[in-house]
């Protein structure tokens, strides 16, 4: 982990590639004596399991993981080599992004100490009050957020009794097909613009304000959906096992949230009646 974040330091410094490639012979190195450690491992509790108090299926669980990292690792530098010494492009189906999951992608977030991150993108949707009335976590490489927002919309609307009359986003959310669409469904569009001066022309709208205002506030919401009940990152091995925990974690969110808010109005009866 170390020299992976060295080797994205170095790629804003002077002389990066030479530096990078210097990284990665290290890590190179280093990793072939991990894999030597754990070949000798593998083979000792192959041949002595009875010696450590575990059953012999807990044992081949253990020589599995083994394996199937040491498995990979060859891959996984041969993928390295072609892209930091070779300075080639690999191919996305010959790409290895987990040593431990095969059903995760690349999302480019050009965030400072993240300009990349490898896991499987999710589109969540709230309404005013914070309950989660739409989510979406996605095994293969999303489509842009542009493209999500109409079905997103449409599986919303296609439950009876749900109005949508507004509808906030950030830019990336923003494009001519979809304030098409949204006019053609009487939908309010807060979302913000690419266009810098459409943007300052709506800024001067208050429903405009109030929706991006609102928007703001779904970082938080991920934040605790993350931290208090799916967790971050979630320790569930593969996609199913992951779409299934987060799908209870929604649930579980949204029956906390609205308990919070039936114990607010509780609380607000008795004034409302003195």
């Known amino acids: 982990m170390e020299g992976a974040s060295q080797e994205a330091v170095t790629r804003r410094k002077k002389d990066s590639k030479r530096k990078r490639k210097a990284i990665f012979r290290k890590m190179k190195k280093l990793t072939r004596v991990a894999e030597n450690h754990a070949i ?11 010696q450590t108090g575990l059953s012999r299926k807990q044992a081949e669980q ?5 394996s199937n990292v040491v498995d990979k690792l060859a891959r996984a530098i041969r993928n390295a080599h072609e892209r930091i010494i070779g300075e080639r492009q690999v191919a996305n189906k010959d790409k290895m992004l987990s040593l431990y999951e095969d059903d995760v992608n690349v999302i480019v977030r050009h965030k400072s100490g993240a300009e990349v991150e490898f896991d499987n993108t999710l589109l969540l949707v709230e309404q005013q009050d914070g309950l989660i009335v739409d989510w979406k976590l996605f ?3 999303a489509p842009s957020d542009s493209r999500l927002l109409q ?9 009876p009794g749900d109005t949508i009359r507004l509808v906030a986003g950030d ?10 669409y949204l006019e053609a469904n009487d939908v309010f569009s807060a979302i913000c613009p690419r266009d810098p001066r459409l943007l300052q022309s709506r800024l001067e ?3 405009f304000c109030q929706g991006q205002k609102r928007r703001s506030q779904t970082e938080g919401r991920i934040s605790i959906l993350g931290r208090c009940f799916c967790g971050n990152p979630m320790v569930q091995k593969g996609f199913d096992h992951r779409e299934q925990h987060l799908s209870l974690s929604i649930l579980s969110h949204n029956i906390w949230l609205l308990a919070r808010m039936k114990i607010s109005q509780d609380k607000q009866a008795p004034q409302k009646v003195a």
Not at 40 to 50: N, Q, S, T
Not at 171 to 180: G, L, M, T, V, W
């Open 40 to 50: 000798k491992h593998f083979e000792l509790l192959d041949k002595h399991w009875e």
């Open 62 to 66: 253990i020589l599995g993981q083994i």
């Open 139 to 141: 095994e293969e490489q």
């Open 151 to 159: 079905d997103s919309h449409k599986r919303i609307t296609g439950r």
């Open 171 to 180: 830019r990336n959310f923003d494009s001519q097909a979809n304030r098409e």
């Open 205 to 207: 709208e208050d429903l």
